[in-house]
């Protein structure tokens, strides 16, 4: 049994930043993939940003490229989204999710563990 709880939300204007954090327990967190996803209202939960068991693959959504960051510390099992230059459009409640594989899936449907997830709001 997996445990994830996410923090770090927020409210936040345009352009600021905001970093979230995900804890994990329960089983060995450093050999699984690690994603955060985003569901606004109304709309279909929506694949943002995964890492490799050791952090050194990582993929994002073209749609946050270059302006958010995840990152891993599997000695504290925390995963993080580090997000700047943030816009109207992210907001969206934000949730984390483990992959038991070595793969990046990208599809909610791959990931079998969800955190509860965290509202972040940025205001125009």
């Given at each position: 049994?997996?445990?994830?709880?996410?923090?770090?939300?927020g409210?936040?204007?345009?352009?600021?930043?905001?970093?979230?954090?995900?804890?994990?327990?329960g089983?060995?967190?450093?050999?699984?993939?690690?994603?955060?996803f985003?569901?606004?209202?109304?709309?279909?939960?929506?694949?943002?940003a995964?890492?490799?068991w050791?952090?050194?693959?990582?993929?994002?959504?073209?749609?946050?490229?270059?302006r958010f960051?995840i990152?891993?510390?599997?000695?504290?099992?925390?995963v993080?989204?580090?997000?700047?230059s943030?816009k109207?459009?992210?907001t969206?409640v934000?949730?984390?999710?483990?992959?038991?594989?070595i793969?990046?899936?990208?599809?909610?449907?791959?990931y079998?563990y969800?955190g509860?997830?965290?509202?972040?709001?940025?205001?125009?």
């Amino acid at each position: 049994q997996v445990q994830l709880v996410d923090s770090g939300g927020g409210l936040v204007q345009a352009g600021g930043s905001l970093r979230l954090s995900c804890a994990a327990s329960g089983r060995t967190f450093s050999r699984t993939t690690m994603g955060w996803f985003r569901q606004a209202p109304g709309e279909e939960r929506q694949f943002v940003a995964a890492s490799s068991w050791n952090g050194i693959r990582t993929f994002y959504a073209n749609s946050v490229k270059g302006r958010f960051t995840i990152s891993r510390t599997n000695t504290e099992n925390t995963v993080y989204l580090q997000m700047n230059s943030l816009k109207p459009e992210d907001t969206a409640v934000y949730y984390c999710a483990e992959a038991d594989t070595i793969l990046i899936p990208t599809t909610p449907g791959r990931y079998g563990y969800w955190g509860q997830g965290t509202q972040v709001t940025v205001s125009s």
